[in-house]
């Protein structure tokens, strides 16, 4: 048994559906501000050592806006505590570039300080937010291949195709060759 640190309780869902065997600690852990998701998801770790010493997970995802040279990167936490959904819309329609690229990054830690980097990402485009969600940009995120938002899709379909999920089925795959 090992625990994924994170206080948002629909990350746990979803790491749950891949990884049944995990528990949520619930610690809204320190976000270093860095442009490079690496250092950040790193402190993150060091951060999470502070408060359990099993094995455990920690995760961040980024945003890349197209229209902004990829600005927002790993800040995206902070970029979308001022910005709605309706704004990142309007961005993308001003620039007429409504392409993204969206990130997870899980760093897996166990008792031997044994520490493992999974990377999960999706292309998308931003569309014009149409149905409510309480999970981020879900209503404005679509998939290349789709035609409707992340908001739109079922949780279970979501959870066969994000960026997340991919970034835990590799995960998974290094978990079960490790046992």
């Not at 899980?106 to 569309?127: H, M, R, S, T, V």
Request: charge should be negative; aromatic fraction near 16%.
């Amino acid at each position: 048994m090992f625990y994924f640190i994170t206080w948002n309780k629909n990350k746990f869902i979803e790491v749950q559906s891949v990884i049944q065997d995990i528990q949520q600690l619930d610690i809204d852990l320190p976000e270093l501000q860095e442009i490079d998701a690496h250092k950040i998801i790193q402190a993150k770790l060091l951060e999470a050592r502070k408060h359990y010493e099993g094995a455990f997970i920690v995760e961040d995802t980024s945003l890349y806006l197209d229209c902004l040279n990829g600005l927002p990167w790993p800040l995206i936490k902070w970029f979308l505590q001022k910005m709605w959904n309706e704004w990142l819309f309007e961005i993308a329609k001003r620039f007429d570039n409504y392409g993204a690229t969206a990130k997870t990054l899980i760093w897996y830690g166990d008792n031997k300080w044994d520490i493992k980097f999974f990377e999960g990402i999706l292309e998308w485009k931003i569309i014009k937010p149409e149905v409510e969600s309480d999970f981020g940009r879900s209503p404005i995120f679509c998939p290349n291949w789709y035609n409707c938002s992340y908001a739109e899709i079922s949780i279970e379909q979501k959870n066969t195709m994000s960026m997340r999920w991919q970034a835990l089925n590799k995960l998974k795959d290094f978990l079960d060759n490790k046992k």
